[in-house]
């Protein structure tokens, strides 16, 4: 080093100055591969985004025709002596709407088969819904079959050779006259929000598994949010250091690294095979994630509830606060923030898992809104699954428009999450 | 090497003290800390702990609340009582323990909330008041009696963190008087503040005794002259002279004592 007086170093020296213009051009270049990565990443997410929105836009609209039903009581099958309004009311919603529909269909648009199968049944719940309508004559807009939605909507190639195209000259030549009747229109799909799952890819509807999927996260986290909590606190604050609470602590870690199918055969195996419960069940998807959450709750709680500055739980003891006061009362609070991260991560897992529920039988068929955490229900990953499996045209913009509705539950899972943290961080 | 403490006539020990440690031994895991440390702690003076560094001074002082608890490794040997009272028995409860003898720490360490809630969380949890009033009372008393009243009455709202770091401390002294102890343990409490931050805490020290029996851990000897009337010197885990502040400072008898008075160690 520098003896008394002379100073042998020289920060002006060429070698110097070389050395701080290196120094530039590595800070330079370091911040540009970050910001490419960035780059990267973000336009990745972009085209994602593009690619499903612009596939599943069309999801949320679908063809209607316009036929004047005539709600006839002897087509209906319906008794006028059904007087009391309750008989009245069993009635319609027994009468098969199918023969009036059809009949309806060849008479205006020359063919029963440009209507959706299952558009009977909207007509069916108006007349439910509102039993003076029979006997009048109604412009009522049905569900169009599949084929005038893929023409509505523009997607049938007219370059290709008319026997490619997937749909008959026929039919495009009845298209054609409906819409210069102006018969044929395309509207908000009310169905998709509404519905459950159906064979008849322009009648499937998101709503069924979305409430599956809001019924299983529900017990998913009724159940790892409380045990996972209470499992880092006890690890953290009671647990003495052994050898025991080690294998513990190694366990959990091993846990949260253990794929997820792994947990499905182990809820396969609990809840189906040794207590019996119903398969398909939300009350079984819940428990069957909640073991995969569980790990990744206590991991994150027991990081949080570390990270709480000693000097608070010293604070909190030296005034007298019993063990079980200063968990509650300090730690848990300044650690909230840190512990609901973890579980919101969890849960977002949990969210989009599918493997472990397809092995529990949730890839079963189900048309019904589930009402219950025991009935059997599907999810939207699963859901987003078995739709991408189909082979009809209309199931591949659903398939988008369910990724649509599931991307858009898990960023308002996260805003959530993001709104609690900044509620509960303090600083200090 | 470790000679028996030399113990002024000024300071004789009987039982019969607010407090009194006897024969006291810290160990962490194999290493020993504290070594037979026999002490008496009393309301009409204050006790100051000097000493170098690594000495012992905060793993003995932290005997007296059974901080150590919290610390797996460490075993505490001997006896310390309270009113007669062995501290270290079983049957003795940890939590009114740590009510009766008070602790300020060497960092302030407010609680991330209001500074209304720093000083009632003690009375609180401890119900010693039922009623808000009762409440109300109590945290203008303890802030008053820590000279922070005034500073702080417009705004007990705000955060107990938000302060500086003078008017931290004497927030946790108050909130520490707050449970009304019979004993205040200090460690370093003046270490992260400016001199008249420091001297104010030091009119508070005195302001309090007669009511607390105080314990002060400093490194700063002018203040254990300003505010001790008794001073202990420990020296690797020893206690090596106990007596008179002003004796200590003036006339240590022990050469260890001596050398670090006039600054040869430490
Ligand atoms: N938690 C602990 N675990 C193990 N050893 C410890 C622990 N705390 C203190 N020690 C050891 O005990 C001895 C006494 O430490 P202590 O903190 O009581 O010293 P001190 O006199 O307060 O020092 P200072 O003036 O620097 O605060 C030191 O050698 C220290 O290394
Ligand atoms: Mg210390």
Known sequence: ?428 | MPDATVVHDEVVMADGAKMTARDVDVFYGEKQAVDKVSIDVDSHYVTAFIGPSGCGKSTFLRCFNRMNDTIDIARVGGRIELDGKDIYDPKMDVVQLRARVGMVFQKPNPFPKSIYENIAYGPRIHGLASAKADMDEIVERSLTRAGLWNEVKDRLDESGTAMSGGQQQRLCIARAIAVDPEVILMDEPCSALDPIATARIEELIDDLRGNYAIVIVTHNMQQAARVSQRTAFFHLGNLVEYGGTEAIFTNPRADRTRDYITGRFG
């Open chain 1, 1 to 428: 080093m520098s003896q008394s007086g002379t100073r042998k170093l020289d920060w002006q020296s060429k070698e110097m100055q070389a050395r701080v213009r290196r120094r530039y051009v590595r800070e330079r270049r370091f911040r540009r591969v970050g910001l490419g990565a960035v780059i990267i990443a973000a336009s990745f997410l972009a085209f994602l985004l593009f690619t499903i929105t612009s596939n599943g836009i069309g999801g949320f609209r679908r063809a209607e025709l316009a036929l004047d039903l005539n709600y006839d009581p002897a087509i209906l099958g319906i008794q006028a002596s059904d007087s009391s309004e309750e008989a009245a009311a069993t009635a319609v919603s027994r009468a098969d709407f199918r023969p009036l529909l059809a009949s309806a269909a060849q008479a205006q648009l020359g063919d029963s088969s440009l209507v959706s199968e299952g558009a009977w049944l909207a007509v069916r719940d108006q007349v439910v819904e509102d039993p003076s309508l029979i006997g009048t004559t109604q412009r009522v807009w049905v569900v169009g079959a599949p084929n005038m939605d893929i023409l509505a909507k523009g997607q049938v190639d007219f370059d290709l050779a008319p026997d490619r195209r997937g749909v008959s000259t026929a039919t495009v030549a009845a298209y054609r006259t409906l819409r210069e009747e102006g018969r044929i229109r395309l509207a908000f799909n009310s169905g998709f929000l509404t519905q459950a799952d159906s064979t008849n890819s322009e009648l499937a509807g998101i709503w069924g598994a979305l409430i599956g999927s809001i019924l299983t996260m529900a017990i998913t986290l009724g159940i790892s949010f409380p045990l996972g909590v209470m499992t880092a606190v006890y690890l953290e604050e009671y647990a003495p250091k052994n050898k025991l609470t080690d294998i513990i602590e190694v366990s959990i870690n091993n846990l949260a690294a253990v794929p997820s199918i792994i947990f499905g055969l182990l809820g396969l195996a609990v809840f189906l095979n040794t207590f019996g419960m119903q398969r398909s069940a939300p009350v079984v998807g819940g428990l069957t994630l909640a073991l995969m959450t569980l790990p990744v709750i206590v991991i994150s709680s027991r990081v949080a509830l570390k990270s709480v500055p000693p000097s608070i739980r010293d604070a909190a003891l030296g005034i007298g606060a019993s063990r079980l006061q200063v968990i509650l009362h300090h730690l848990i609070p300044v650690a909230l923030p840190g512990i609901l991260t973890g579980t919101i991560i969890g849960l977002s897992r949990a969210l989009g898992e599918t493997a472990p529920l397809l092995l529990i039988g949730m890839r079963a068929f189900v048309s019904d809104v589930p009402e219950g955490v025991t009935e059997p229900a599907t999810v939207l990953p699963v859901q987003i699954f078995l739709w991408s499996d189909e082979v009809g045209r209309g199931f591949v913009e659903k398939t988008s428009a369910a990724i649509m509705v599931l991307l858009t539950v898990l960023l308002s899972m996260n805003a959530v999450a993001i709104y609690l943290r900044n509620k509960f961080e303090r600083r200090w």
